[in-house]
């Protein structure tokens, strides 16, 4: 899974021409959005192809999870044939 996370509080600075997002080491702050959502080589080119009016499948390994439901939920979402995902765990 790709974890998005979105803060007012984050600041971002330019060290070396790179604008990299700088925050106190061991600190806290308060999260305005948070986002689980599938990533990966296969699923990234599934879902790719499939936006550009593909038919698209994409064959991986999924556990018995909350990542599993993520990735699945997002393949359907894009129309991308998920009876090759093969699921394996407990």
């Not at 998005?4 to 600075?13: A, E, G, L, T």
């Not at 296969?42 to 556990?63: D, W, Y």
């Amino acid at each position: 899974l790709d974890v998005v996370v979105r803060s007012k509080d984050f600041s971002v600075k330019t060290i070396e021409n790179n604008r990299v997002l700088c925050e106190q080491y061991g600190e806290k702050m308060d999260v305005d959005e948070l986002k689980f959502i599938s990533g990966g080589g296969a699923t990234n080119v599934a879902v790719g192809a499939s936006r550009l009016g593909l038919k698209a499948a994409t064959v991986c390994e999924v556990g018995k999870d909350f990542a599993a439901r993520v990735v699945f939920d997002d393949l359907v979402k894009d129309h991308v044939e998920t009876k090759y995902l093969i699921e394996i765990g407990r």
